[in-house]
C-alpha cells in the first residue's frame, strides 16, 4: 500500500478558499486513483472528489462541484484539493485515499484500500 499524509487543513471563514494536499510514499504513486472524503462529526464519511492516474477524468459530489477541484503532480506524489467559495456545510475532517491500479476514479469509500490519516476544515459564518 502507498502512505498518505494530509496537510493544509484549518480554519477559514465561509467564502474564503482552502488547499489541502496529500503526500504519497511507498508503491508507485501514479498508479493510483486518487479520492478526497470527508466525514463530519455525527455523520458518515462521504465522497468529494476523485482523479484517475492520468489525471482525467476528475469525479466531484454535487455538493462541491464548481467550487473545489482536485489535481495530482505524479513527479512530486502529491494529489491536490482546492477548496473554493468555502460554506460552513463544508466543515469536516477530509482524508485522501488510494485506489493501486485503478485507472478511473472511484467514488466509493470501500473501493480505496489506502488511507491518509485526515485533516480538520472548519468553515465558520
Known amino acids: 500500500q502507498v502512505q498518505l499524509v494530509e496537510s493544509g487543513g484549518g480554519l477559514v471563514q465561509a467564502g474564503g478558499s482552502l488547499r489541502l494536499s496529500c503526500a504519497a510514499s511507498?508503491?508507485?504513486?501514479?498508479?493510483?486513483?486518487m479520492g478526497w472524503f470527508r466525514q463530519a462529526p455525527g455523520k458518515e464519511r462521504e465522497f468529494v472528489a476523485a482523479i484517475s492516474w492520468s489525471g482525467f477524468p476528475r469525479y466531484y459530489a454535487d455538493s462541491v462541484k464548481g467550487r473545489f477541484t482536485i489535481s495530482r503532480d505524479n513527479a512530486k506524489n502529491t494529489v491536490f484539493l482546492q477548496m473554493n467559495r468555502l460554506k460552513p456545510e463544508d466543515t469536516a475532517v477530509y482524508f485522501c485515499?488510494?485506489?493501486?491500479?485503478?485507472?478511473?476514479?472511484?467514488?466509493?469509500?470501500?473501493?480505496?484500500?489506502?488511507w491518509g490519516q485526515g485533516t480538520q476544515v472548519t468553515v465558520s459564518s
Open positions: 511507498g508503491r508507485t504513486f501514479s498508479r493510483y486513483a
Open positions: 485515499a488510494g485506489s493501486y491500479s485503478s485507472s478511473t476514479p472511484r467514488t466509493g469509500s470501500n473501493e480505496y484500500e489506502s
